[in-house]
């Protein structure tokens, strides 16, 4: 089975700069998460998709940051204009269903604002 | 909410065993443990539901005492392929999304 898969795996941009993220969860998954993680710090959710709907998006800043997932399959997350504090791992990871089930996670975007 | 972990560090000899808690101040309905090794994604080891289970997974067991809100994750006759960071994710109510906490850095020497 083929695991949840992210791209690019690294980016390096400058601040002010917009970045877009792309990840494609294991098939069949319902659910959707992305998260940042500092270095040094635990994932932190920004947002929860359940197919296409979002389920929790309350710690995305959404001055900034967006994220859709169309047909409820892959999703993108794109940063505009970037800041020097999200430079982050970008991680998304997926479940099967709506219950507490495992999260998958993928190998993850490293991001470095400049 | 987010899980305190402690210890925040553990240096282990190979055989040696270690014992990492996780700590909510709100009522959980699930506690999941994960292994994250440097440059890599974190990987899923167990989840224990509310109502006290222990589980284990080869030499790594955990339990979730569902009174004092705490889970600690065992880790017995360590071997090298043990050291990562592992997180502990505490879930409020079933389909809420994780809170991690800060991670326990996890070191196994030879």
């Known amino acids: 089975e083929a695991g949840v898969a992210q791209s690019p795996r690294y980016k390096i941009i400058e601040k002010r700069q917009s970045v877009a993220f792309w990840c494609n969860p294991i098939?069949?998954?319902?659910?959707l998460y992305w998260y940042q993680q500092i270095l040094g710090q635990g994932p932190k959710l920004l947002i929860q998709f359940q197919n296409n709907g979002v389920v929790d998006d309350s710690q995305l800043p959404k001055d900034r940051f967006s994220a859709e997932r169309l047909k409820g399959v892959d999703s993108t997350l794109k940063i505009q204009p970037a800041k020097l504090e999200d430079s982050a791992v970008y991680l998304c990871?997926?479940?099967?269903?709506?219950?507490?089930?495992?999260?998958?996670f993928g190998p993850g975007t490293r991001l470095l604002v400049l | 909410q987010q899980p305190v972990q402690s210890p925040q560090a553990v240096i282990l000899r190979e055989g040696e065993d270690a014992v990492i808690n996780c700590s909510s101040s709100?009522?959980?309905?699930?506690v999941h443990w994960y292994r994250q090794k440097h440059g890599e994604a974190p990987v899923f080891l167990m989840i224990?539901?509310?109502?006290?289970e222990q589980k284990g997974h080869e030499k790594i067991s955990a339990s979730f005492n569902e009174k004092k809100q705490q889970s600690s994750l065992y880790l017995t006759a360590s071997q090298l392929s043990y050291s990562g960071t592992y997180f502990c994710?505490?879930?409020?109510?079933?389909?809420?999304?994780?809170?991690f906490g800060k991670g326990t850095s996890l070191l196994v020497t030879p």
């Open positions: 994710g505490t879930e409020m109510n079933s389909g809420y999304a994780l809170n």
């Open positions: 709100k009522a959980l309905y699930s």
């Open positions: 098939s069949g998954h319902a659910t």
């Open positions: 990871a997926s479940s099967y269903g709506e219950a507490s089930g495992t999260q998958y």
């Open positions: 224990l539901l509310k109502g006290g």
